[in-house]
């Protein structure tokens, strides 16, 4: 094959790949054609790749091979093991992935010296900014929420320095976009402040604030991608990274309003923890044989599932509950804040995993005006989100997030570990109430408990 | 410099579509949505390619080879984390509860 047909194939094939994603992005967004979607931006992928080793004037195709199988058969290995609980730091971690092989695409460009004008320049070397930064706040994101690293640090001064890391390397930046002569050690030099500057903006950042971040750098890559493949000319690579890079930020903006927590303040001042007035009163408890009682004579009951429910893996134990419940008559519900699990929609994916019907499960603005109906709200492993200073009290850092209304039930029974603050450090004033009935135990074991008693009545 | 300016409208072109394409999402569908657009910048792998087939230098081939690496992780890993969660919507909406099947 000649050089002109070999790079006619490689353009219809990003062509097919362009348009498969952007239909498969567009499926993925029902739930109806959702799966259908995946498979066909799958396929996109699977062309452009085969028929990228046709692209002209390529060689090292051994080390191509070897890599594609080292990288592809480690993600195929771990990302086929992992639990639905974990998929949040796995989607991080292949993110940022992406984002280092965009800087590294141009760091490559960047050492191969200038025969790009300036425009092409300044992207290569912002591609390469915002890819090393999604990539090294990545993996600190990952290794968070995997439970590696439990505490968020800051420097004194923390906000001056990443600041200056920052502006230093963009300095830099604008002296390689500037210059016609490949600068080595610069060129290092920047992508070294860049990797620092992600793991700077990433290390003060808590776990509640984590899904806007693991948002924020998916977007991130998304540009970096589409920058570097301007720096390419290569068309698939602009579509699909702008794509998601503008798709990203859309959906970083939605979770930062359900959650509450402007990405700006999120930036400079890291998470907000503690804080808010203290909770006068005591938690009363209540055993299994009573807490089956309400539940069993109830006439409307509502779960309020939370990822402490996910992490002991107690959704299918719940499922059960829910079945005998049914089955005596009582209407069941569960309601999901859009932030419950760790990103919006995880909870879905979790219930869906225990095969609990779709039609039980009601979302914030559904179920809050039908809470004072309900007989018994069970609060299962959530916290924050049911938290009523959300709404009353002004000094504490939730204030104002979205909750769900569940103090407004007849009956409240939260089953929980321990007497711990939520996610945030912040008290729950629900756990006080008069009303409310504190079952302590593990998910798993407390809502097995549960069952055998409400078998008994 | 035409080219560059076809690739700027390219840009934004792509931006609206991203943005239209997210904006009536319901919420279950955030996650796998956002799992499925990281599969979709795995396209980067198709670059890190050429841009290791043009690699000279033993550091260009070193970077090219990490490039590729990386981008194959991105691909295959946001393809078989997505399609599972979504193999978790499988089951119609409206279909009957199965009567009395435990996990």
Redo the contacts between chains.
Sequence with gaps: MSESVRMFLVQVS?FV?AIL??L???R?????T??G???W??IG?LV??LF??L?P?????T??I???A???G???W???R?A?TD??Q??A???G??G???A??A???L??GGHH?P??MTLAVLGALIGAVSFSGSIIAFLKLQGLMNKTYALPAHNLISWGVLAVAVILGVAIAMSNAVMTPIIIAFFLLALLYGVLMTVPIGGADMPVI??LY?AF??LA??F???V?????????????????T??TQ??AK?MNRPISKLLTAGSVQGGGQAIEGEQKAIEAQDAAIQLAYASKVVIVPGYGMAVAQAQ?KV??LT?LL?EKGIEVKFA?H?VA?R????M??LL????V???L?Q?LEEINPEFNTVDVALIIGANDVVNPVARTDPSSPIYGMPILNVDYAKNVIVIKRGKGAGFSGVENALFYLPNTRMFYGSGQEAVNQLIQQVKLL | MNETWAALYIFLLAAFTGYEIISRVPVILHTPLMSGSNFVHGIVLVGAMVALGRATTGLEIAIGFFAVALGAMNAVGGYVVTERMLAMFQKKPGSETKSGGGH
Excluded: R
């Design positions: 990003y790949a994603f952007i498969g992005l567009k993925m967004s029902s739930p109806l959702a799966q979607g995946i498979v931006a799958g992928m452009a790749t990228t080793f692209y004037g390529l060689g090292n195709f080390w191509m070897v890599a594609i080292i990288g592809g480690l993600a195929w771990s990302g086929k992992v639905m998929m949040p796995m989607i971690i292949y993110n992935m992406g280092g092989a965009a590294a695409i760091a490559v460009e050492l191969k004008g425009v092409v693991i948002s998916n890559t998304g991608v589409g570097e493949g301007f390419l000319g290569n068309y698939a690579m602009i579509i699909a990274g702008i794509v998601v890079g503008a798709s990203g859309l959906l939605l979770m359900a299918h499922w059960e079945k049914k999901i859009p699990g990103m919006p929609g995880h879905n994916v869906a995993e225990a095969g019907d779709y039609e499960i979302d």
